[in-house]
């Protein structure tokens, strides 16, 4: 994702499910007007999930999601069924492609059960309605029920009717924003200074700065403020140089990795805070994420931990999640733990094994994912925390990396 475009998890997620040869694709080419999925006659086509950002108006950015038959067969089919559902985790709007000339089955019947679970929007959609012949009757080809009858729709792929109506429809069922809290408006006033610390090292991504980095200076400059980026390196300087010109900044944000080192030149009076700590807040659940580190003092040998990545990508010999998070764990607790890693949409339903999930900030994952990744842990009575604020309570500086969000530290 490039620094000119909307990040994916901040797009409206429309995921588009149904059985083989449903026309899930065909519905999907023609609501976007462009030839995004694979379509062909051969049932099991889209063997995964197949994921385009997109402009689609008047929606503006969205994701939008084509999935694997929900009715695929055999051992291999289970696993794509699998990925199919997983998606749900993801899903701001769901798309149910029937074919209507088959009708709804236990398969379909099985994924609205899901939908109503899980509060996901949703519309069933009859395709292949330009091989009905007469007047298309509700008597015939009746809504799941009475409460979905205003989200039933006939179209057809093939000849593009009632595709404009479709789009309408997804357009109504656009989400309000849900954000509990902003990523960081309400901390900070018009011309207050921000300093964020950015390290640059090996680890550091070549010619660009990491999403969060980039989120957060954008939300700096909506609010007005000033914004000024360094190296930890440089911290202490620039500190000093504007407190002895009478200036004091507002707000210090670090990468969690620099912590220590920024908590040791910050004065006591600047509030300190870390990218992950922000948008623990801002998409995850702050106060349970908080909670969670104190699961680090009953720790033992043995006990699994889990650490948990939104994303996928090239790991360096010294990786904070497979080698600095697990050795920071080990020397904490003096204990040695199993860890188990898992990356992109690989998350388990079931974690009631795990001692501690500790998950990355999740700048890649879309707010409706993170927390359920956050609530399957809570329903199971599993502690989990995010890098962040493992290292502040790893360091000891976890309530005064606290002190921006004064109703969260009070839970420690």
Avoid at 77 to 106: C, F, M, P
Avoid at 226 to 243: A, G, I, M, P, W
Avoid at 323 to 338: A, D, L, S, Y
Avoid at 352 to 377: F, P, T
Wanted: overall charge negative; hydrophobic content about 40%.
């Amino acid at each position: 994702m490039g620094m000119n475009q909307t990040p994916a998890s901040e797009r409206i997620h429309i995921s588009f499910f149904g059985k083989r040869n449903a026309g899930k694709s065909s519905v999907i080419n023609a609501v976007t007007g462009q030839d995004l999925a694979i379509v062909s006659n051969i049932k099991g086509t889209t063997t995964d999930p197949v994921y385009k950002t997109m402009e689609l108006l008047p929606l503006g950015p969205v994701m939008v999601i084509d999935t694997p038959g929900i009715d695929d067969e055999g051992e291999l089919g289970a696993l794509r069924v699998k990925k199919s559902y997983q998606v749900l985790n993801k899903t701001d709007i769901a798309i149910l492609v029937v074919d209507v000339l088959i009708g709804i089955t236990e398969h379909e019947e099985a994924l609205i059960q899901r939908f109503q679970e899980k509060n996901i929007p949703w519309i069933l959609v009859y395709n292949k309605a330009d091989l009905i012949s007469g007047e298309v009757s509700g008597a015939v080809f009746p809504p799941h029920d009475d409460a979905d009858a205003g989200n039933t729709l006939f179209v057809s792929a093939a000849d593009g009717s009632g595709i404009h109506e479709l789009k309408e429809k997804i357009a109504s069922l656009k989400p309000e924003d849900t954000h509990k809290y902003p990523l960081i408006r309400d901390l900070i006033s018009p011309l207050d200074l921000v300093i964020l610390v950015i390290p640059i090292d090996k680890a550091a991504p070549k010619g660009r700065l990491i999403l969060p980095q980039q989120q957060t200076i954008r939300a700096i400059l909506e609010c007005g403020a000033l914004s000024l980026v360094v190296r930890d390196t440089e911290l202490k300087d620039t500190l000093e140089y504007f407190l002895s010109k009478d200036i004091h900044p507002r707000l210090v944000i670090t990468d969690s990795q620099a912590f220590a080192q920024v908590s040791s030149v910050t004065p006591k009076e600047i509030s300190l805070t870390s990218f992950s700590i922000l948008f623990a807040r801002y998409k995850g659940d702050l106060g349970t994420l908080t909670e969670g580190a104190a699961a680090l003092k009953n720790i033992k040998h043995g006990d699994k931990i889990l650490i948990a990545e939104g994303c996928t990508h090239h790991r360096q010999c010294d990786d904070i999640g497979t080698v600095k998070i697990p050795n920071m764990i080990r020397k904490f607790t003096g204990t040695e733990p199993e860890f188990v890693f898992t990356s992109g949409t690989e998350f388990p339903d079931d974690v009631s094994d795990y001692k501690l999930v500790v998950h990355c900030g999740g700048c890649m994952l879309n707010e409706r994912e993170m927390k359920y990744r956050i609530a399957c842990c809570r329903d199971q009575k599993v502690p989990i925390t995010n890098y962040g604020i493992l290292i502040a309570r790893i360091t000891g500086i976890l309530s005064r990396s606290l002190t921006p969000f004064p109703e969260f530290q009070k839970l420690l």
